[in-house]
Every structure is written in C-alpha cells, then in structure tokens.
C-alpha cells in the first residue's frame, strides 16, 4: 500500500482506529512482566497486534530508559535520547490521563510510515514513566480493512502480470519485425505494386501492434509500477477506462481503414466499416455512462464517510 493511500484511509478510519490503539497501548502497560521484563510483556503484545512496530519507555522528564525493542524481539539503539521536546511527549504531559496518539510521519528507527501511540505508566519504585508503541501505519490499515492474506501474495501476483506483460511486448516486437519487412519490401517494389490496398494491411499490424502495446504498458503500470487500492472505485474505473480507450481506438482506425477501402472501389467493405463506426459509438457512449455514474457513486460514497466521521 502507497503511504498516501494509508495515511488517507487512516483519516477515514480514526475514529474507529482510537479504541483500537488505545486497547493497543493499555494491554502493554497492563502486562504482569511489564515494567521489568519489557521484552517478553511487548512479545506478548505483538503477538495480538502484528501491526506494533517498536516500544520504548520514558522517564517523566521525557528521557528514554529503554532501547529500542522491535516486534520481533531485536533491540535497537536509542537509550538515553531525550525527547522531552517531541510533540507527543509535550501532549502527554499536559494531560496525563489521556491516550495520546501523533500523526503520522516517516520512523527513523524502521524507516516505515508510522504513528506513535502512549500513555502514563507507572516504572519501578513507582515512579511515573510513559510508555511509547510505534504502530506500522500500513499494516494496521491492512488489518482494519482484511487485507493482509491479499499482501501476502501480491508479489505473486506482481510475478504473473510481469510474464504477461513481457509475452504481450515480445508479441509487439514479432509485429514489428513483420511489418518493417513488409515496409521493406513494399518501397523495393514500389513501382509494381498492383495492390493499391496493400499498404492497408500493414496499417493494420501497425495497429495491432499499437492497441497490443497500449494494453501491456496498462498492465505495467497499473498492476505492478503503481499502487492500486482495490478499496476506491476510482481505482478500477481508471484500469478499465484506459483498457476500453485502448479498445476503442484500434476499433476507430481500423474502421477509418475499411471506410478507405470502401471509398477506393471496394464496395463490400461498406456495411463492415458502417457497422464498424456504430461499434465506437455505442463503446464511447458506454464509457462516458461508467465513468460518470462510477464517479457520482464514489462521491456519495465519500459524503457518507464524512458525516459518519463527524458523527
């Protein structure tokens, strides 16, 4: 998931993400090892919440006293840095009560986007302390919408789209090695040539070669280069808008070429390139409805999302 995407359905989601963090945060200070074993009370947390990141704690002078304790049980530097100055230590200390949680912002500890979420505890001889959960934002996102069992095979599935990819640009290359013999042997034997329709045909692979590139380089793009959320009807209706304007423009010149033949003297072309055009019509019309009734449904869908957050 891009980070714009998880910092978008993190806006979307935050009332619903609070109890989730604040459950997040309250289960590890509630821990019985918890402040002496840090290690085995965060293992224990992380194993419920696979999207906890990194723990440490701070003295309420806002000196870290622990390291650096990643999900997976390394430790990582960090002892002893002040950060007395960050914006979330200052919110917790105006209120201790609270559950404070940052927005999000780039770790220098994992390099993930992330969001960090703490809370007062109480450390040995019952001093005062907080505790602080980094949370990887794209994998939290990932758990709230069901999306983790399809995380696990998208380079799987990177994998397949790139094989086909490279079938549909070996075919375009074929396509062109044919049509620049074609090319060849036309201009050897230009003042032969009893066919005028013969430089037709080659327009043809050249278009075939065009709506063939076109639908692969869409395939690259969309299925392994870019992110696409599943999750916005945007996403889809852009895949399915460039894969039909592909469509339509190899139908328009190739019914462009027939109507050329059929004004040439080759009368029973007529009927195909007539039908030929009204398939481009119906096609063009039919896009233009997708694309403004899906572009009206994901509005109202976004209205709805907005009043539900500020109820």
Not at 42 to 57: M, T
Not at 66 to 93: C, E, K, L, T, W
Request: aromatic letters at 8%; a neutral charge; hydrophobic letters at 50%.
């Amino acid at each position: 998931m891009s980070y714009l995407s998880a910092i978008e359905r993190y806006r979307e989601h935050y009332v619903d993400l609070v109890p989730l963090l604040e459950s997040l945060i309250h289960s590890l200070v509630a821990q019985s090892d918890w402040p002496g074993n840090v290690n085995k009370a965060v293992a224990q947390v992380c194993r419920c919440y696979g999207f906890a990141e990194l723990v440490y704690v701070l003295n309420a002078q806002g000196m870290q006293l622990s390291a650096n304790i990643q999900a997976d049980g390394h430790i990582a530097p960090g002892r002893g840095v002040n950060r007395a100055s960050r914006p979330y230590f200052i919110a917790i200390a105006d209120n201790q009560s609270a559950v404070v949680m940052t927005e999000p912002y780039i770790s220098l500890a994992s390099g993930n986007l992330c969001v960090s979420v703490l809370t007062s505890c109480t450390l040995a001889e019952h001093k005062q302390g907080y505790a602080v959960v980094d949370v990887n934002l794209v994998k939290l996102i990932e758990y709230i919408m069901g999306d983790r069992s399809r995380g696990r095979f998208s380079g799987a599935f990177k994998v397949g789209y790139s094989v086909i990819v490279v079938s549909l640009f070996t075919l375009v290359l074929v396509l062109v090695y044919n049509v620049g013999l074609d090319i060849v042997d036309l201009l050897a034997n230009l003042n032969n040539v009893s066919d005028p329709l013969r430089p037709f045909g080659i327009i043809i692979f050249i278009t075939l070669a065009l709506s063939i590139f076109d639908l692969g380089k869409t395939i690259l793009e969309e299925e392994i280069l870019m992110h696409k959320d599943i999750f916005r009807h945007s996403s889809t209706r852009r895949t399915i808008t460039r894969f039909i304007s592909t469509i339509l423009i190899a139908v328009s010149i190739e019914a462009l070429l027939t109507m050329f033949k059929a004004s040439l003297g080759k009368g029973e072309f007529t009927i195909p390139a007539l039908l030929m055009m009204l398939s481009v019509i119906g096609l063009l019309i039919g896009l233009g409805i997708y694309v403004y009734l899906g572009a009206k449904a994901e509005l109202m869908l976004v209205e709805a999302q907005q009043r539900r957050t500020k109820v």
